[in-house]
């Protein structure tokens, strides 16, 4: 009986050592993937967070274009209806272009 004892205890503790130890490994694989998976989240926020900047000079410029072309309009000088005309096509694409990227980056 005694010898059935000693054999069965020393064998239950390599077990949990060995348990112990892959949930040690296990413990240290969670958290290296729980760091990456904020760092990626963070990154993510900040080329978000960029791009809707971008987005907003972009509008802003448009709208600024938009006025700049409503006075000329007015104003009645061919000459700087067309550059004012063209000021304003060059920002619309600007600005559907800088909506298209932060799409991009809030969908990605």
């Given at each position: 009986?005694?010898?059935?004892?000693?054999?069965?205890n020393?064998?239950?503790?390599?077990?949990?050592?060995?348990?112990?130890?892959?949930?040690?490994?296990?413990?240290?694989?969670?958290?290296?993937?729980?760091?990456?998976?904020k760092?990626?989240?963070?990154?993510?926020?900040?080329?978000?967070?960029?791009?809707?900047?971008?987005?907003?000079?972009?509008?802003?410029?448009?709208?600024?274009?938009?006025?700049?072309?409503?006075?000329?309009?007015?104003?009645?000088?061919?000459?700087?209806?067309?550059?004012?005309?063209?000021?304003?096509?060059?920002a619309?694409?600007?600005?559907?272009?800088?909506?298209?990227?932060?799409l991009?980056?809030?969908?990605?």
């Amino acid at each position: 009986m005694v010898a059935i004892s000693l054999l069965i205890n020393p064998i239950s503790v390599s077990v949990d050592a060995h348990h112990n130890k892959d949930n040690g490994e296990a413990r240290k694989q969670a958290e290296a993937q729980t760091e990456k998976d904020k760092e990626s989240k963070e990154q993510k926020d900040k080329e978000i967070k960029i791009a809707f900047n971008k987005y907003r000079i972009a509008f802003s410029e448009w709208k600024e274009a938009k006025e700049t072309w409503k006075i000329a309009k007015s104003s009645g000088d061919q000459e700087k209806i067309d550059e004012a005309k063209v000021l304003l096509d060059d920002a619309i694409k600007n600005k559907k272009e800088a909506w298209k990227e932060f799409l991009k980056a809030k969908n990605s």
